[in-house]
């Protein structure tokens, strides 16, 4: 964990036990096993921007904060840290992310210890373009990622990329106006479609970082989707992974999974990301690979990298890992049992519906 400003010791401690989860929305499940990680010893508070947030119903604790990109924000949040006794605090949203990492140091300065990645690689994650740089600076192979529609136009009229090309904003999230062309003119029409969506949507702000650069045109992965959790401790040091095959999929988020036994090729490449994108915690990793008929692996191109607890997490904790627990133990200064970051009962998991009342 780190070692905090003046002295301070950051993490979860008699005098701070409690943990805050920021941005928590529907994420009831993570407050429920962050209190179970926490047996009694501590307190799970949560903050939203809206009240009407299901999570709210569970936590030990739950207030209303500022927007996110709001001035008070991060004071708020400072604020609820010293008059909570909070120990450790975590986000569960792309966009957060990189602003409680550019204050970090603020955090521990106060005792409390964000369990975000460092702002580098927070902002190369939300970055799409950014986050292939990254993979291809790793050595790892990347997806051919174009920033305007002239460089795309010209990498087709070379032979660099073929048809179908996907059209998706650069700082997007979920399926927010994601579209496969399939011809030049279906190119240029939805590249201007997302353009005009990306500037009418919660993700103009990120994209007002370089508007004329917002969307961009990426070649077609071959293969199917898996996800992956690359687990990490404090340090950023790789300690575990958990693999998932993809089986179907709503608003963006994985509805049905097979968590499978990590293949050697997953588990090298979850290793390498590691190194390339050190994070405290988990990373949530869309992966195409194309299952060869001796069971190996190959083609294994990365499509996003997300900084946080992702929606395809509750498989992994369904099948038996427990990163809640693992990251209260090291918060404590402890050393979590290694099969807590195993998934021991492999198989096939569907998400459920439920109904919270508010009020």
Known sequence: MGDGMQGVQTGLTPERPNVLITSVGRRSYLVRWFQEALAGEGEVHVVNSSSLTPAFALADAAEVCPLIYSDDYIPFLL??????????????????????????????????EPIVAPLDVARACNDKYLGQKLVEGAG????????????AQAALAAG????????KPRWGMGSIGIYAAHSKEELEATYRLVHAQVMDSYVKYESCEDPSHAVLIQQAAAGEEYGMDVMCDLQGAFAGVSVRKKIAMRSGETDIAQVIEPPREFVELAHALAQAA???????????????????YSSLRVLEMNARF?????????????LPKALVAWLRGEEPAPELLVAHNPGLYMKDISVVQLG
């Open 310 to 322: 992702g929606g395809g997490y509750p498989f992994s904790h369904q099948a038996g890992v427990n």
């Open 160 to 167: 660099e990329v073929s048809f179908p090309l996907f059209v």
């Open 79 to 112: 604020q609820y840290c010293r008059a909570h006794r909070i120990g450790a605090l975590l986000s569960l949203f792309d966009i957060d992310v990189p602003v409680l990492s550019a204050h970090a140091s603020e955090f521990r300065a106060l005792g409390a």
């Open 278 to 296: 050190p994070h405290p915690g988990n990373m949530d990793v869309d992966v195409f690979a194309v299952q060869n008929d001796d069971g190996s």
């Open 140 to 151: 790892i192979p990347a997806l051919s990622t174009y920033l305007s529609l002239e460089d």
